[in-house]
């Protein structure tokens, strides 16, 4: 079965750096793309980055480009979040993403996958 295996969070001061892992496992697979979203308290679940597994073109939203970098490890299926010059405002519960087809037969198309979520907290 598959999983979204992440790591990476933590407290961290304003200004601080964090880097986010997720590793896929559970079989063979194709992906497809992988991603961060996250939710704070209070507010609506968003897509932070992504990133096109073929080409590694990625996306930002506007409010961490500049600082945030996603990246991916094809041979590893590990997909990468490196945050730098937090700010406050970006302390959310972060979860990983991945549309995979697994290989095993058992879907007939692409599906989403969602890790745990793992705490960021970015304190003044």
């Known amino acids: 079965q598959v999983q979204l295996v992440e790591s990476g969070g933590g407290l961290v001061q304003a200004g601080g750096s964090l880097r986010l892992s997720c590793a896929c496992s559970g079989g063979t697979f194709s992906v497809y793309h992988m991603g961060w979203f996250r939710r704070a308290p209070g507010k609506e679940r968003e897509l932070v980055a992504a990133i096109t597994w073929t080409d590694g073109k990625p996306y930002y939203v506007d409010s961490v480009k500049g600082r945030f970098t996603i990246s991916r490890d094809n041979d590893k299926n590990t997909v990468y979040l490196q945050m730098n010059s937090l700010k406050p405002e970006d302390t959310a519960v972060y979860y990983c993403?991945?549309?995979?087809?697994?290989?095993?037969?058992?879907?007939?198309?692409?599906?989403?996958?969602w890790g745990q979520g793992t705490q960021v907290t970015v304190s003044t």
């Open positions: 993403n991945a549309v995979l087809w697994p290989e095993d037969g058992s879907l007939n198309a692409p599906w989403d996958y």
